[in-house]
């Protein structure tokens, strides 16, 4: 048998189960290595919702629009650090509710997309310096048009 579920109650039971794992969050948080483990191990959720069309937010690169390419859809948050600043929210508001919730996760779950190329370089880079995909942009001279503005829009500049 098989279920269809809208995003909202998709995003409804990820809030739940979520607040369900806010007190191992909460064990873990003063530990890098285990709550490392604990937000690669927990980011799939996240993964799962935003390949929603509400999490692509429509913004292409430069190269992308100019030049062409294989395009891919790239979390300009890596999920892994975007449970970190989930996880931060939910832990200062415990009562955080559905709306609130999907505002959070569009803000950092959404996509831009740019060339696959630009992709691996973006994954490299990030992985050697440990920094967001968006700020890896600047460094790497990919412009995606629109991003600063939709970061501040979000109020989720970080």
């Known amino acids: 048998m098989s279920y269809r579920f809208t995003i909202n109650e998709k995003i409804k039971e990820t809030l739940s189960d979520f607040k369900a794992l806010l007190p191992?969050?909460?064990?873990?948080k003063e530990d890098r290595r285990m709550l490392h483990l604990f937000f690669s191990r927990n980011r799939n959720p996240l993964w799962d919702l935003s390949s929603n069309k509400i999490f692509r937010t429509g913004?292409?690169?430069s190269k992308l629009t100019v030049a062409g390419g294989v395009?891919?859809?790239?979390?300009?948050i890596q999920r892994t650090k975007?449970?970190?600043?989930?996880?931060?929210?939910l832990d200062n508001n415990s009562d955080m509710g559905v709306e609130e919730f999907t505002k959070l996760i569009i803000g950092i779950g959404s996509t831009v997309t740019i060339t696959k190329?630009?992709?691996n370089l973006v994954t490299g880079y990030c992985k050697e310096f440990g920094i967001l995909n968006h700020q890896a942009y600047k460094s790497l001279g990919i412009k995606v048009n629109g991003l600063t503005e939709f970061l501040e829009d979000k109020n989720i500049l970080v």
């Open 24 to 28: 191992r969050y909460r064990e873990l």
């Open 59 to 61: 913004l292409k690169s």
């Open 71 to 76: 395009p891919v859809e790239d979390h300009f």
């Open 82 to 89: 975007a449970m970190r600043i989930i996880f931060k929210s």
């Open 117 to 119: 190329e630009e992709h």
